[in-house]
């Protein structure tokens, strides 16, 4: 245990010794000129996340990416890639390693990017753009799939160590195809077309399509999810901001026909930030008539604050799922340390998750506690 320590430690700190100082952080605000979204900071992107798994009992297939039972130290996520921007032009490409999860895989069954030889190593966004300014963007490749706020924070951005579970048993993360989008002032738009297909494999279209969007509006002024964008030098700082979305997704997901809308909303005030947000998702056969069990309803609330110059991090959630007529829930908390540089970040999170389980045999109720060492870089 203490050799796998010290051998995570020597690996992240040589990567930050040789890692440019000036790169900002990636929800750092985009520059002018830069795509809708995008941070404006190239080329390298990295994110190494170390966990100490000091408690962990998944409950069974319901929670596909917690962490195995038991204690253990492990590397949970590697990723790297790069940038390369030209004028109005731009490609990024990200590989990312995924440690084993509870249900022994390293892929849950809705990630895509997976490669057809399988293994830990997956493709995340991988595409060329043009963007001639920022009201409008085209992507083509595995792009992040427009659809609900929880999927649009980035893993090394989570303000807790794992998702609700109903966003990993449900919500896609990346699929391949084609995106627009852009940024009109006070709202802002992504739309895309998609293959349904996990896997970088030929069944990319025969596997389905998949269409999704998502609008939002943000009508005083930026709303920010990291601590470095509610500090009293943003204009913005005093003012209470808010922003309201809505998603809709139709397509092959796990099945053909599904239909989901996803609300959310994100309020601010100072040191102070909360979000939240509802999924409503049905199915439909042939016949255009409602496939029978095939409601799936899942919401989170997730509201937090920021102390001691942007160096501390505090967020609770609670969270529920409603799937073939059972109920679940969770409720946790967490804590996010930055050092001077915010790339480097230590959390301690946990979650406890109960209630009426829809697998045979699985026990009703489900924890972790999650020790996490992060080192972002975009």
Do not use: K
């Not at 990312?96 to 999860?101: F, G, I, K, M, S």
């Not at 913005?236 to 979305?245: H, I, K, M």
């Not at 909303?265 to 979000?275: C, D, I, K, M, P």
């Amino acid at each position: 245990m203490i050799g796998a320590r010290a051998a995570i430690a020597a690996l992240l700190a040589a990567i930050a010794v040789t890692t440019p100082a000036g790169v900002a952080a990636a929800d750092d605000a985009p520059a002018e000129g830069a795509p809708a979204g995008r941070a404006a900071t190239y080329p390298l992107v990295l994110l190494l996340q170390g966990d100490e798994l000091i408690a962990s009992e998944p409950a069974g297939p319901q929670d596909p990416r917690d962490a195995p039972p038991g204690l253990a130290l492990r590397l949970r996520r590697a990723r790297v890639g790069f940038d390369v921007a030209q004028s109005q032009f731009r490609a990024r490409i990200l590989f990312e390693a995924d440690a084993v999860t509870a249900s022994g895989s390293h892929d849950t069954p809705l990630a895509g990017g997976q490669m057809p030889f399988g293994g830990p190593v997956r493709a995340t966004e991988a595409y060329v753009a043009w963007a001639p300014g920022r009201a409008f963007e085209v992507d083509v490749g595995s792009l992040r799939v427009p659809f609900s706020l929880s999927r649009q924070v980035d893993e090394g951005d989570l303000r807790l160590a794992e998702r609700a579970p109903f966003v990993d048993a449900f919500l896609p993360d990346f699929r391949t195809g084609v995106g627009v989008g852009g940024d009109l002032g006070a709202l802002l738009y992504r739309a895309a077309f998609l293959s349904a297909d996990t896997t970088f494999d030929g069944r990319l279209i025969s596997a389905g399509l998949l269409g999704a969007a998502r609008i939002w509006a943000e009508p005083i002024g930026p709303v920010g999810l990291v601590p470095w964008r509610r500090t009293p030098g943003d204009p913005w700082y005093d003012w209470f901001r808010f922003a309201a979305g809505v998603s809709v997704l139709y397509g092959t997901l796990a099945a053909p026909r599904t239909l989901a809308i996803d609300p959310d909303f994100q309020a601010q005030w100072r040191r102070f930030v909360v979000t939240a947000e509802y999924l409503f998702a049905i199915r439909y056969d042939q016949s255009n008539a409602t496939v029978p069990g095939s409601i799936q309803q899942g919401a989170v609330i997730e509201p937090g604050v920021t102390l001691y110059r942007q160096r501390l991090d505090l967020v609770a959630r609670a969270d529920w799922e409603r799937v073939a007529g059972a109920d679940l829930w969770g409720a946790g908390g967490g804590v996010t340390a930055y050092a001077p540089d915010p790339r480097w970040r230590l959390s301690l999170g946990f979650e406890q998750r109960w209630g009426e389980s829809v697998v045979p045999g699985a026990g009703g109720s489900s924890h972790w506690v999650i020790l996490r060492l992060t080192l972002a870089v975009d």
